[in-house]
């Protein structure tokens, strides 16, 4: 699927988009993004005018119809769908792809970005079952992004919560 596709879905358009998004080029508005396919705003000063202009109920609702469009595009992108998620109000949503989000940045070996989106999942979601993983996720991606000291806080507030062996092994760790 196409970013313009993508929008239509969302926006109800019908008909040919092509003489739009060509005026919207030429006006620098919009660019090429990886292909002619996929489009982005230009600057994110013209993202940030827009979308003061939008009141927030109804950025809440475009972000609720990203959402479904992503989700029934079956879209591979946890962080896009945590930014929706997000922006919807959806809080469990978000916290979920936040955390699907860490897990890639740590496939990627992109630490810091791994422990902000943890810390996302844990503030969206303190209640959250998963909570205590999303804890350790947070703890062993510090570390390797160069921050020890936040990871030995992180490891003892875990370990606060935990009983056993698996408190001792948090506290060590810590």
Known sequence: WSCVDLLRSCGGLAGDERPLVALLRSDRFVRSSGSAQRIEIY??????????????DDQRRIHGLMVRAL?????DDPEALYSHYR?????????????????????????????SF?????????????RFEWQQGLAESLPNAGRPPEAAQVYREASAGAHGWRQVDLRRRA
């Open 87 to 115: 922006g919807a109000g959806d809080h469990v949503g978000a916290s979920t792809q936040a955390a699907l989000a860490a897990r890639k940045a740590d496939a990627a070996l992109a630490f810091d970005r791994a422990a």
């Open 118 to 130: 943890y810390r996302s999942a844990l503030e969206l979601a303190p209640d959250s079952p998963v």
């Open 71 to 75: 989700v029934a595009r079956r879209a």
């Open 43 to 56: 600057h994110d000063q013209i993202r940030e005018k827009l979308a003061a202009l939008v009141p927030p």
